[in-house]
Structure formats: C-alpha cells, structure tokens
C-alpha cells in the first residue's frame, strides 16, 4: 500500500529531521508545525519548514511536503556558499 507525502506526519510535533550540505557543512533542520506552533513563529497555516540548526531566523515555510522544504533548504545553503566564495574574491 502506497503512503501520501502530503499527509500530516504522525511523528510527534518535536520530532524533526536533520539534513548535513554534503558542501557546505550545514546543519538544516526540517520539521512539520501544525498551526499553533506555526502561529508561535508568525505563520498563519500549517506545513513542513525548515532552517539552520541553531539558529534563531523565522523558518522557511510552510511546505505541502517534506521534500520541498529539503530541497529549497540544500539550495539556499549551496547559494549562501556560493555568495560567501564571491564576497572573499
């Protein structure tokens, strides 16, 4: 039996999954707010987010799915390395 991306995790709230940029070294933590957490960050809905581990920003979000917050996560970390290279030139 197939199972849908989309639906709600039914991981708890607090449970989040930890991606390292095989490049940049950074620690991306990609998690699901229902709407009160989401709320607690200044989103209005519900969905996948993501962010630097440890740091303090407003996630990134919300996502339908997981793997569209992994995906921007790993791009904006490979640009953010990409700017710093550019800056040191």
């Given at each position: 039996m197939a199972t849908s991306?989309?639906?709600r995790p039914t991981q708890p709230a607090?449970?989040?999954l930890y991606a390292i940029h095989r490049?940049?070294?950074a620690t991306l933590e990609i998690f699901y707010a229902d709407r009160a957490r989401a709320q607690a960050?200044?989103?209005r809905g519900a969905g996948w987010f993501w962010r630097e581990r440890g740091s303090r920003?407003?996630?990134s979000?919300?996502?339908l799915v997981c793997l569209d917050a992994y995906c921007e996560a790993m791009a904006v970390a490979q640009h953010k390395r990409?700017?710093?290279i550019d800056d040191r030139e």
């Amino acid at each position: 039996m197939a199972t849908s991306t989309n639906r709600r995790p039914t991981q708890p709230a607090d449970c989040a999954l930890y991606a390292i940029h095989r490049v940049t070294g950074a620690t991306l933590e990609i998690f699901y707010a229902d709407r009160a957490r989401a709320q607690a960050f200044g989103v209005r809905g519900a969905g996948w987010f993501w962010r630097e581990r440890g740091s303090r920003d407003v996630p990134s979000g919300p996502f339908l799915v997981c793997l569209d917050a992994y995906c921007e996560a790993m791009a904006v970390a490979q640009h953010k390395r990409t700017q710093h290279i550019d800056d040191r030139e």
